[in-house]
C-alpha cells in the first residue's frame, strides 16, 4: 500500500511559521480528499483541516484563520501552512489521503512550539 509522506516539521517559537508538506506518489490525489491531523502526547488524534476532492476545505476551530491547507494535483502534493503558532500547537502531525477506494495515513512528522 502507498502511504503518504510528511515532511516540514521541526521546532518554532511561538508565533512563528512551518509549512507541512504532504506527498503521496502512486495515490490518484486529484480524486482524493486531504486531510491533515494531530495528535498530542496524552490525547487523542484530531483533525486539522481537510480539503475534498472538490476543492471544499474545512479546519478546526482552534486553528482557523491561522492555518491554510493547499494542494496541488499534479505533483501530487499538499501542503499545510502554519501561522502563528502557539504552544498549544505542539503535537505530531499526519496526513492523511482518501481515495474512492482506501485511505492511507503517513508517518508523521513533530512540530515543537516553544520558547
Known amino acids: 500500500q502507498v502511504r503518504p509522506v510528511e515532511s516540514g516539521g521541526g521546532w518554532v517559537q511561538p508565533g512563528g511559521s512551518l509549512r507541512l508538506s504532504c506527498t503521496a506518489p502512486?495515490?490518484?490525489?486529484?480524486?482524493?480528499?486531504l486531510g491533515w491531523y494531530r495528535q498530542a502526547p496524552g490525547k487523542q488524534r484530531e483533525l486539522v483541516a481537510t480539503d475534498s476532492s472538490d476543492g471544499i476545505t474545512n479546519y478546526a476551530d482552534s486553528v482557523k484563520g491561522r492555518f491554510t491547507i493547499s494542494r496541488d494535483n499534479t505533483r501530487p502534493t499538499g501542503w499545510l501552512q502554519m501561522n502563528n503558532l502557539k504552544p498549544e500547537d505542539t503535537a505530531v502531525y499526519y496526513c492523511?489521503?482518501?481515495?474512492?477506494?482506501?485511505?492511507?495515513w503517513g508517518q508523521g512528522t513533530q512540530v515543537t512550539v516553544s520558547s
Open positions: 492523511k489521503v482518501t481515495t474512492p477506494w482506501a485511505a492511507s
Open positions: 502512486g495515490i490518484v490525489f486529484r480524486s482524493s480528499a
